[in-house]
């Protein structure tokens, strides 16, 4: 399995009362098969997997795997703060059907470079499933050097990398490691375009979960090496990237997806977005039915 272009990190709809929403998770995965999205995250920090019970996370995977049929690749985000919680989770997915695990660098533990070898070792060796690491330092309080990546590249079940870091020098660094079987992703929508045309694999995106087809067709053209066609949809999509920045993700993002009907609302410690940015969220809805729209017709475009 070699991961590339549009990856989406799924946003989880809820009801009024805080419940899970399947119809709202059903009708979201269909609008994003239908888009072309080429992988799906289940339980990432978008999904709110902090705030998900296990059974949930379950019916969650559980239902894109039956929606994918096989069609993309289903990932499930796993990373706990512990190796033998995230090795626990990694196989409680595998079970589910998942095609890979996204294993976030240990949040709060600030692990050395010595502990993160050995705990994605052993959760590669031991979870059941190719593992995508992911770094993201601004969220887990540790930055996983390309030092200690190198010791690991060579893995045969440590399939790739999503990198949030938006810097340059880090894509060259993950870039001089990558073999044939591992993927280097971007995790940071504003500069994945860019990061494509350097040599990326593709990105594991948040704004996808409005305009699927946009960031496919984005991707596709970053990855045939069409740079100004590339950065056009990228400067298209430029509001939607500074949209879903303005709080917390993913505050913006499920603003945004309610307004377009799909779930309501976030588990606390979240909050809805303030008030100075509903105006916002009013308008990036409308902005998003007139980009997916007119990919549907390009006569509208």
């Not at 060796?125 to 690991?152: K, W």
Request: include cysteine.
């Amino acid at each position: 399995m070699r991961l590339s272009g549009s990856i989406t990190a799924l946003a989880t709809p809820f009801t009024v009362t805080g419940e899970l929403d399947l119809d709202a998770w059903k009708r979201l995965l269909q609008a994003q098969l239908a888009g072309g999205t080429q992988a799906l995250v289940v339980a990432g920090s978008t999904g709110e997997a902090a705030s998900l019970y296990e059974s949930e996370q379950d019916v969650l995977l559980r239902t894109a795997v039956e929606c994918a049929a096989g069609r993309v690749p289903v990932l499930a985000g796993t990373g706990q703060s512990g190796t033998a919680r995230t090795i626990e989770a990694t196989r409680r997915a595998a079970a589910f059907g998942a095609d890979a695990a996204l294993v976030v660098v240990p949040p709060y533990v600030r692990p050395t470079a010595a502990g993160l070898l050995a705990h994605y070792r052993a959760v590669a060796d031991e979870g059941g499933l190719p593992v995508v690491m992911y770094n993201v330092p601004q969220r887990t309080g540790c930055d996983l050097q390309p030092d200690t990546v190198a010791d690991l590249v060579a893995h045969p079940r440590i399939v790739g990398i999503k990198e949030a870091v938006a810097d340059p020098r880090r894509l060259q660094a993950w870039l001089a490691l990558r073999g044939d079987g591992f993927a280097v992703l971007s995790g940071d929508d504003a500069s994945a375009a860019q990061a494509m045309l350097e040599g990326a694999d593709g990105v594991v995106s948040v704004v996808s979960n409005l305009v699927p087809a946009a960031m496919r067709r984005l991707c596709d053209l970053a990855l045939a090496g069409q740079g100004e066609e590339a950065l056009d949809w990228n400067a298209r999509l430029r509001p939607l990237f500074d949209f879903a920045v303005l709080e917390p993700n993913p505050i913006p993002v499920k603003a945004a997806l309610d307004r377009l009907g799909i779930g309501r609302g976030l588990r606390l410690p979240l909050t809805p977005l303030s008030e100075r940015h509903q105006a916002d969220a009013a308008r990036i809805a409308s902005l998003v039915d007139t980009i997916e729209r007119s990919l549907r017709d390009p006569i509208a475009a």
